[in-house]
């Protein structure tokens, strides 16, 4: 006995989605609040691309306090030169260069 096989036509039916060949993470480096979306669902980006606007208000109010610190520290030096003892000017210009190194990176930051 010979099996016998039917031929007959299969169609799928439903909704047919495509679905991208991979899939990759987004992180952000920095927390904060979503001001602005650059980009929509399902919008095709490369590397690099921006997505989001982050706000920038604590990051611009940290360079200003940063900026605040700096003008204190070079005061304070400068009234230091005028007439101190060089232990106390070499202090000072260490928190010199510690506040514009701080001052640099939260720029940097923004």
Same mark, same amino acid.
């Given at each position: 006995?010979? =099996? !016998?096989?039917?031929?007959? @036509?299969n169609e799928a039916?439903?909704?047919?989605? $495509?679905? =991208? #060949? #991979? @899939?990759?993470t987004v992180v !952000? @480096?920095?927390d904060g609040e $979503? /001001?602005? $979306?650059? /980009?929509?669902h399902w919008d095709r980006v490369t590397q690099g691309t921006s997505l989001v @606007?982050?706000?920038e208000c604590v990051e611009l109010s940290n /360079?200003? $306090?940063?900026?605040?610190?700096?003008?204190g520290t070079r005061a304070t030096l400068a009234k230091l030169e005028a007439g101190a003892q060089s232990e106390e000017i070499d202090v000072s210009r260490a928190k010199l260069f510690r506040s514009e190194a701080t001052a640099v990176y939260k720029k940097a930051d923004v």
């Open positions: 006995m010979v =099996p !016998a096989f039917l031929l007959y @036509r039916g439903g909704q047919v989605g $495509i679905l =991208p #060949a #991979a @899939r990759g !952000a @480096r920095t $979503i /001001v602005k $979306i650059y /980009v929509d @606007r982050l706000s /360079v200003s $306090i940063s900026q605040a610190l700096l003008a």
